[in-house]
């Protein structure tokens, strides 16, 4: 079975800005999403399922940015999820 390759590179951090308007987090948390669309995926959401802010603050996601304090917890999961190869329930498959 080929194993699917993963990588950080494969995502961003949505960080929070004044832009907490409505399709943002409520809180300042700091959020992921992915990288590369994918088809039949949620476009406008983030890992957890949250909306993405109107115009998002992206930043490259590294070691440092997985340990900040204000990163979503359920981000956080689904990024482990990922890690260990099980699907997102909001890849839409």
Known sequence: MPRHAWSLFAYQL???DDQL???AC???K???VARQL??????DRTLCGGLLPAAPV???VDRTGLRDKRLCPVCRNVLDAQRRGERSIWSGA
Do not use: K, Q
């Open 14 to 16: 949505i960080v929070p």
């Open 21 to 23: 308007d409505l399709f």
């Open 58 to 60: 992206m930043r490259e």
């Open 26 to 28: 409520r809180e300042a």
């Open 30 to 32: 700091v959020h992921l």
């Open 38 to 43: 994918e088809l039949g995926g949620f476009a």
